[in-house]
């Protein structure tokens, strides 16, 4: 659905160039006069936050690599020197460091949203896969970056997340060795994981092109879940859409700030400002706070390579909602149902997050079971099945007609 | 360019077909390079050499950790105690059945030597600690015992053996 193109420069030069290259036409159509639903909240403003998010990710990488050193007996100097002795290369890091756990923050968000409101359904199946994709590349980017530190949780999580693969029957150990290029996770490793963790944000960024194309294909979703059918449903991204993402861009932007000047190590581990020693395991390792959910569920199964499946099926599933999802009503708002399954695994995920922080022993196992169950049972028993026995509310007949009627009560 | 369907076979459907095998030919021996170059390369296997540990200064009781291939090797003397709780289990019951006997070299009794490695996810167990009074991994509470055996936990298997072989009575080569 791209917006009927109006785009007249006025200027020769520009019209002589948009014969030849009609970019600007496109930017037009795409960010301008865009059709998009009137009704959007603040929910959907965080897809503009997180390709804002990727580039400061990438801005602030790129000269972070001009400082940083990937070998073994350097990687930890290095970072520290960017800590003390580089200008600005405190603030540098920690918006890097920080800059990650809010891009994961903010896709969580974007990912709630999706499903809340049904935008995985047809036809935005594409659309929602390739998000899934991404999804996928940033976990693995993530991962590279913080090995990069070479502290002994870089160490000791590129050791515990290397070692996954080793459970595949058969051709597990060599395939853990390729990845290492080694006997041990050492010098090699780290240095492929450091060109990888330069090349991943930039497939990541046109995987970001494709899924904002495939948008613009089939339109965005909205609150209601149901397709703009007038022009009275939709207004121009520009000024409507661009003004509202700036401003919750901005508000998160504080949020983020308030991390970087104030809280830089909150979510941090002390332990990775103890250079990786290869000999001894830190008591307590857990993975940074938007993998533990999966660290959890990884941990419930007592059997090796369940548990790796366990993990692996807990992120894959997520590209087959829009299958498992037989409901034809697309929002939450409609479906009282859904509305309550879909909180109470929002609960779910935050529970499992709690609980791959705490040790694997007594209570917590039992729990990170029941939650893992449930986890699974949302995707596999309740979406199809809500499809068949839920009865929906009534959906309005147009956006407009909703947005007009909660005027009206109000 | 019009193309005429034809349920014969043409010269040119072989020409296709051929094309297309060779360019997956070189397609796939492009691959070769591009994958074996992430293993480990001459000088990490040259320095993967056997090396010797001289067992005399290991008191009775004392575990030691050297380093075979980037990997931590324990090599652990154990008292009679560790040796009896290690003889008197019965196999059958182990998640992985292996009886002491085959963990150790026959007449070196007091000396277990494994790769301290969790089988599970790769962490370094603790020596001396766990239920079984073996070795104990502190990521996912693996428990093995004085044999290196896995008693409890995720690990699924026991603490794998290094290859080694005792050149004399009080020296080991390891590799």
Known sequence: ???????????????????????????????????????????????????????????????????????????????????????????????????????????????????????????????WILGVIIYLLMMATGFMGYVLVWGQM??????????????????????????????????????????????????????????????????????????PKSDKDTVPFTPYATVKDGFFMVVFMILLAWFVFYLPNFMGHADNYIPANPAVTPAHI?????????????????????????????????????????????????????????????????????????????????????????????????????G??????????????????????? | MTTVSSAEHTRRDFLYIATGAVGAVGAAAALVPLIAQMNPDASTVAAGAPIEVDLAPIAEGQIVKVFWRSKPIFISHRSKKEIEEAQKVNVGTLPDPEPDSARVKQGHDPWLVVIGICTHLGCIPLAHQGEYNGFFCPCHGSAYDTSGRIRKGPAPKNLPLPPYQFVSDTKIRIG
């Not at chain 1, 490793?189 to 089939?218: D, K, Q």
């Open chain 1, 1 to 127: 659905m791209s917006g009927h193109s109006t785009y007249q420069p006025q200027n020769k030069f520009l019209q002589w160039f948009e014969k030849r290259l009609p970019i600007g036409g496109l930017i037009h159509s795409s960010f301008v006069a865009y059709p998009t639903p009137r009704n959007l909240n603040y929910w959907w403003t965080f897809g503009g936050i997180l390709s804002f998010m990727l580039g400061v990710q990438i801005i602030t990488g790129i000269v972070l690599a001009m400082h940083y050193t990937p070998h073994v007996d350097f990687a930890f100097k290095s970072v520290e020197a960017i800590m003390r002795d580089v200008n600005y290369g405190w603030l540098l890091r920690y918006l890097h460091a920080n800059g990650a756990s809010m891009f994961f923050f903010a896709v969580y968000i974007h990912m709630f949203r999706g499903i809340y409101y049904g935008s995985y359904k047809e036809p935005r199946e594409v659309l």
């Open chain 1, 286 to 386: 857990v993975p940074e706070w938007y993998y533990l959910p999966f660290y959890a569920i990884l941990r419930a199964i007592p059997d090796k390579l369940m548990g790796v499946v366990a993990l692996f099926a807990s992120i894959l599933i997520l590209a087959f909602l829009p299958w498992l999802d037989t409901s034809r009503v697309r929002s939450a708002r409609y479906r009282p149902l859904f509305k309550q399954f879909f909180w109470l695994w929002v609960v779910v995920c935050i529970g499992l997050g709690w609980l791959g922080a705490k040790p694997a022993e007594g209570i917590y196992v039992i729990l990170s079971r029941i939650l893992t169950v449930y986890y699974f049972a949302f995707f596999i028993v309740v979406l199809p099945l809500l």
């Open chain 1, 154 to 227: 870089s160490f000791w999580a590129a050791t515990v997340i290397t070692n996954l693969f080793s459970a595949i029957p058969g051709i597990g150990d060599p395939i853990v060795t390729w990845l290492w290029g080694g006997y041990a996770v050492g010098n090699p490793t780290l240095n492929r994981f450091y060109s990888l963790h330069y090349l991943l944000p930039f497939a990541i960024a046109g995987v970001v092109i494709l899924h904002v194309w495939a948008l613009h294909v089939v339109g965005q979703n909205n609150p209601t879940g149901i397709e």
């Open chain 1, 388 to 410: 068949i026995f839920e009865k929906t509310k009534p959906v309005p007949n147009s956006i407009s007609d909703a947005v007009l009627d909660g005027k009206a009560k109000a």
